[in-house]
């Protein structure tokens, strides 16, 4: 094989290598979503179901903070009815969160949910959430916002407190639109 | 490879004397066409350090208004552009195209090939670099400013970012396309283009570690330039990759980028390493101590490098475990690293040694680069790092293993091969004087900031509480003189280039080994076009 043909391939192989680390690049995203889903990492692994039949009531007592947050996108006011409760595990309950509409428009508006320690994510199970849909309020109407959940018996042991928490955006919020601020 | 002899098909016939030197007369021919190492070498260089002036005359923007506490000269928004604007210079326009800089200079006469292996695509890596650099410049003059959410480009901040933030990312691709290319060529040229008898494990150390380098490059640049695309898109194309409000993830972002990012940092620093390794036995008068060691700690660093980079984001919420394993394995490069430094004080140990001017800028980057690297240590506890996250302590760390480190690196090398590049001595009195004010005014710029960090002082803010404005003022007046210190280097480089009268002899330095330093300096235009003879004393290996 002469000079130039070892070069062209030497060019070939490391192109390749190239067009590969940038689709890696790409695919890190599926890859760590997965990754989040399967081990809870990131506490968004929250478990959904139609109905209680998963729960199996338990006299163990876990005690979950609700945390309320509102991106500044969003003129809303928003908390939690209760701030921290205790819950039988496998004991279907729900909690209440208040949002008010303070600005001067009807405005359609989303929530995000996340849950510490991210290992609880995958034993919280719910049933029903104003989180699954988007929430209309017109202008200073106020709304109560019910999350219908349970927890799984089989939470580890040295879980005791779990905090689950919500950000509230602008329906179809974009980061790069500056125009609210 | 050993038996078979490479005739690299080049147009010039040789007659067995030194007829290399056809340069084209044509400004244009020579200098935006050419497709000659030493000349491509040159154009790298020279662009490099106009980039150090514009990202270290940002960096005076950055000092000046931090002299005392409260806003005087700019406005907060103008100074974290300024922060931005610093770091994607020094990092992509400075630091980086030195160093390709070098390799096209010194790899093929190093190596004994006649230029490198694809030398037309030479010419491409480096004429996108002052497009993609006017195109990141620009945005500073557009309405809607240049980027200012870090270097790191973190989304949902970056995302705030006009429109200018297209230029932004197009220039990251463009410097991308750049590094890859010049890396397949310093890939190809090590690969292909080695004289007989240049086995691997006996190439010279700065030839090893920017072959591990350009690996470093071709496989994160890629994931850079896919990071900054998916930024693009949630930006311009809504998609969601990182806006939490549609599903993304802004803390993914966080670990493509330093997927990249740590290896990057030893893109800056493994050819620093080479030079080091290249100087300190010349002015020892002794062979390198572990040479092998060195190559198999370079390549320990290098994969390393791909599984520590959540050090960077101890404090977005990681599991406990997951924060004890990025600390350990951080702390394990600890090792390789340290096996280098004792290889290079072993170098030194009991030799004769003499301090020329590049002797004193690589035994000052063995001494500060290794302050550099404890802070690091230090930032890698992550009990200690949720204290030290975004201080002025992490600004303190990379500072010194990039000023002292990569940059002495750069200007060690500078003065070493000038003589070679230009075939004239530099000033030894004035390059003398450049390390000394160099070397004090450093540490008057940097050592502040380590108690700055440590008293909670964030980093890339334009105000402060009084309580911090003692080290800052030092700080600052220790930074002005840093900046003002590198107009030397440049006089000292103009007056060795045009004005000396000192030719310098083909060795150059008493104690040089080396392939490059059998050829005249400075050499032929074309040189080796027919491969040398490599004996055992042109080598600087140890055995
Ligand atoms: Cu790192």
């Known amino acids: 094989m002469n000079l130039q043909e070892k070069n062209r391939k030497v060019t070939r192989r490391l192109v390749l290598v190239a067009v590969g680390m940038f689709g890696f690049g790409f695919a890190l995203w599926p890859l760590y979503t997965v990754l989040c889903e399967v081990t809870g990492l990131g506490g968004r692994a929250i478990q959904v179901s ?98 219908y959940f349970y927890i799984k018996p089989d939470l580890p042991e040295h879980i005791k407190d779990i905090t689950l928490s919500y950000t509230f955006y602008r329906h179809g919020y974009d980061p790069s639109d500056r125009s609210h601020l | 490879m050993s038996t078979e002899v490479i005739h690299p098909d080049t147009h010039h016939v040789d007659d067995g004397h030194d007829h290399g030197d056809h340069k084209p007369s044509n400004f244009l021919d020579r200098w935006l066409f050419t497709t000659n190492h030493k000349d491509i070498g040159t154009l790298y260089l020279i662009f490099s350090l106009t980039m150090f002036f514009i990202g270290g005359s940002m960096a005076m923007v950055i000092r000046a208004e931090l ?53 037309r695509m030479n010419n491409w890596s480096f004429w996108i670099l002052p497009f993609a650099f006017t195109m990141l410049l620009s945005t500073l003059f557009m309405d809607s400013g240049g980027p200012a959410a870090g270097w790191t480009l973190y989304p949902p901040l970056v995302l705030q970012t006009g429109t200018s933030f297209a230029f932004v990312v197009f220039a990251v691709h463009m410097m991308g396309v750049s590094s890859i290319m010049g890396s397949i060529n310093i890939i190809a040229t090590i690969f292909n283009m080695r004289a007989p008898g240049m086995r691997l494990l006996r190439m010279p150390m700065f030839v090893w570690t920017w072959l591990i380098t350009a690996f470093l490059l071709i496989a994160v640049m890629p994931v850079l330039a896919g990071a900054v695309t998916m930024l693009l898109t949630d930006h311009f194309f809504s998609t969601n990759f990182f806006n939490a409000a ?19 940092v030893y893109i800056m620093i493994l050819p620093a390493f080479g030079v080091i390794s290249e100087i300190l036995p010349t002015f020892s008068r002794k062979p390198l101590f572990g040479y092998g060691s060195m190559v198999y700690a370079t390549a320990t660093i290098a994969f390393l490098s791909f599984i520590v980079w959540a050090h960077h984001m101890f404090t977005v919420g990681m599991p406990l475990q997951g924060e004890l394993y990025f600390m350990y394995a951080t702390m394990l490069i ?96 004035w390059g003398k004087i450049h390390f000394w004010s160099s070397a004090i005014f450093v540490n008057v710029l940097f050592f502040p900031q380590h108690y700055l960090g440590l008293a909670g002082m964030p980093r890339r803010i334009p105000d402060y509480s009084p309580q911090f404005a003692d080290f800052n003022m030092i700080s600052s007046l220790g930074g002005f003189a840093f900046g003002a210190t590198q107009l030397i280097f440049v006089g000292v480089v103009l007056h060795c280039a045009y004005r000396s009268k000192v030719k310098a002899t083909p060795e150059v330095w008493e104690g040089s080994r080396g392939l490059e330093w059998t050829l005249d300096s400075p050499p032929a235009y074309h040189s080796f076009n027919t491969p040398p003879v490599v004996t055992h004393n042109a080598l600087s290996r140890a055995d």
Request: hydrophobic share 50%.
């Open chain 1, 50 to 147: 139609e109905d209680n039949t998963g729960a199996v009531a338990s006299d163990r007592i876990v005690s979950i903070r609700f945390d309320a947050s509102v991106n500044s996108s969003l003129p809303w006011e928003f908390k939690a009815k209760e701030k921290v409760s205790e819950f039988n595990l496998g004991v279907p309950s729900t909690a209440y969160y208040v949002a008010k509409n303070v600005g001067n428009d009807a405005i359609i508006g989303q929530a995000t949910y996340n849950v510490t320690p991210p290992e609880a994510s995958l034993y919280f199970v719910k049933t029903e959430c104003f989180c699954f849909t988007e929430q209309l309020l017109q202008a200073d109407e106020s709304q109560e916002m019910p999350v």
């Open chain 2, 67 to 119: 002299f005392m506490p409260g806003l005087q000269l700019v406005e907060p928004d103008f100074f974290n552009q300024m922060t931005t604007m610093h770091a994607l210079i020094m990092v992509f326009g400075a630091v980086m195209p030195a160093w390709v800089g070098f390799a096209n200079w010194l790899i093929p006469m190093m190596i004994g090939a006649p230029d490198m292996a694809l030398p």
């Open chain 2, 246 to 264: 549609g599903g993304g993830d802004p803390v993914m972002f966080q670990h493509i980028f330093w997927f990249f990012g740590h290896p990057e």
């Open chain 2, 334 to 429: 600890s090792v390789p690293t340290g096996v280098k430094v004792f290889n290079w004080v072993s170098t030194m140990w009991q030799g004769s040694m003499t301090f020329e001017t590049p002797m004193l800028f690589a035994i000052g980057f063995v001494v500060l680069f290794t302050i550099g690297g404890l802070s690091g240590l230090m930032l890698a506890i992550t009990a200690a790092d949720f204290q030290y996250h975004d201080t002025y302590f992490v600004v303190a760390h990379f500072h010194y293993v990039l000023v002292p480190g990569s940059v002495f690196a750069l200007m060690a090398a500078t003065y070493y091969w000038l003589p070679k590049f230009t075939g004239n001595m530099y000033s030894e009195k």
